[in-house]
């Protein structure tokens, strides 16, 4: 088949990946000239968590996560697999434990092995847990060789061109526009996020660090060369432009938290925008005549990006199957 993706975020640029390695004919058209801040998988933390992120997320998100880190291992560079660390203040040990609860495949790590794992951490906090069988990446990189992965491929990249799904050509059409789409997709919203990117020479952390936290639970992902993404906030709304300063301060403030290093850090990047979600925070597969909607990986994009291409794969190419994430037709959810 010929078929045409419109959007080169990080669900697209999956989905064009998929089609085009099962041997299809595939265009992909994105506004942008390249992949880059105007995409919200620009500014992702790029981890490969599925076992933390069980402590809020639904369970596709755990098992289907995992086989994420096997795929973006096989196609893009920077792949680390240094596992997580989850930490919390004296204070918060609490919610230490409920994390431990909601989670699994971890180890209760005490003050001594968190030095052996961080030892800028060393003597900061006596407990925490170790995810060893999780990993991240750096997203600007993953976008960039996914490109060049699906040049390879010999997909047609038009890049700079702004295309509505009902004039796309092909035979079939995979709307991959995130909430550029939230006019023809119900019950899709925003959750704003807001992060840091700092350069902070004199911190050497080798593995995303979670610190818990009452309002803002915060992460550090190293991204080398002494520089690192701070997030992220999740707030509900669909304003994608402005950091606020109280974020900001709360960010900042958490990551002093971490490691007083940190207070000597350059703010290189402020990043907000707003990822789209459903109301049960799971992707969805929506028909709507010969356009198949791809929408809602909430802040899994880089978790779930590769089930839900591969899903919208198998729907395009043996339409009498039913993926986990297919919602049926999209005209029928707009009338129920």
């Not at 979670?210 to 669909?238: D, K, Q």
């Not at 909607?293 to 899994?300: K, L, M, P, Q, V």
């Not at 339409?319 to 129920?336: D, I, K, L, V």
Request: proline share 7%.
């Amino acid at each position: 088949m010929k078929i045409s993706v419109i959007g080169g975020g990080v669900v697209g640029l999956c989905v064009a990946t998929v089609l085009a390695e099962r041997g299809q004919e595939v265009t992909l058209f994105e506004r942008a000239e390249a992949p880059g801040p105007a995409s919200c998988s620009w500014w992702a933390g790029g981890m490969l968590a599925p076992w933390c992120e069980g402590e809020s997320a639904e369970e596709p998100v755990v098992r289907l996560g995992r086989d994420a880190i096997s795929w973006w291992s096989e196609r893009v560079g920077g792949v680390v697999l240094n596992g997580s660390l989850v930490v919390a203040p004296p204070r918060d040990t609490a919610d230490l434990r409920r994390f431990a609860r909601m989670t699994e495949c971890h180890e209760a790590v005490d003050g001594e092995r968190i030095a052996e794992l961080e030892p800028d951490l060393a003597g900061r906090f006596r407990q925490g847990l170790f995810f060893a069988g999780e990993g991240h990446l750096d997203p600007r990189r993953a976008l960039a060789d996914l490109v060049a992965r699906l040049q390879g491929l010999g997909v047609d990249l038009r890049f700079g061109t702004d295309m509505l799904p009902q004039d796309a050509p092909g035979d079939r059409v995979v709307d991959c526009r995130g909430l550029g789409a939230a006019a023809d997709v119900p019950d899709l919203r925003g959750v704003k996020g807001e992060m840091l990117v700092l350069h902070a020479p004199d911190v050497s952390l080798s593995r995303p660090v979670r610190l818990l936290h009452p309002r803002i639970p915060l992460y550090v992902v190293p991204r080398g060369e002494g520089v690192f993404m701070v997030g992220a906030t999740m707030i509900e709304s669909g304003e994608r432009w402005r950091i606020t300063a109280r974020s900001m301060m709360e960010l900042l403030g958490s990551a002093y938290t971490l490691t007083p290093a940190f207070a000597e850090a350059e703010i290189l990047e402020t990043g907000v925008d707003a990822r789209p979600a459903f109301p049960d925070n799971l992707p969805r597969l929506l028909r709507d005549g010969r356009i198949l909607r791809a929408n809602g990986t909430y802040r899994h994009g880089y978790l779930l990006s590769p089930a839900l291409a591969q899903q919208a794969a198998d729907l395009l190419l043996h339409p009498e199957t039913e993926p986990e994430f297919f919602h049926g037709h999209n005209r029928q959810r707009r009338s129920a």
